[in-house]
């Protein structure tokens, strides 16, 4: 790139940025001709604004907050119902293996018994 081509890039960049500057001065000082109302006026319309935003948000946090209440107890339900089928589950389960052990030494008794009379 030659000398005049970086020069020239130069002060493109630099009118770009004083027009920048200019369009902003500019339209601030339209905005300050054409407000409605005087700065004590905004001033309390923005302090309005923000209180009901704030009570916006404290009503979305407290509705957050009880609807994530809600989920954690229905959870909480739900693991307590989980486990009782799993205690039950548990609980038939250790019948089925005891009566299984039940019939498998009464079945070795008679077995043995069988062999005995054989011997």
Do not use: C
């Not at 209180?51 to 407290?62: G, L, P, S, Y």
């Amino acid at each position: 790139m030659s000398e005049q081509e970086k020069e020239n890039k130069d002060n493109k960049v630099m009118v770009g940025a004083l027009m920048l500057l200019a369009g902003g001065i500019l339209g601030a000082s339209v905005a300050l001709l054409y407000a409605p109302q005087s700065g004590e006026k905004t001033r309390r319309g923005i302090t309005r604004g923000a209180k009901k935003a704030r009570r916006r948000t404290e009503q979305a946090v407290d509705d957050f907050s009880q609807n994530l209440s809600e989920v954690v107890e229905m959870v909480g339900e739900r693991a307590s119902e989980i486990l009782e089928k799993g205690r039950d589950m548990g609980y038939k389960a250790k019948k089925e293996l005891l009566k299984a052990m039940e019939e498998g030494e009464a079945r070795l008794q008679k077995e043995r018994a069988r062999l005995s009379k054989m011997l």
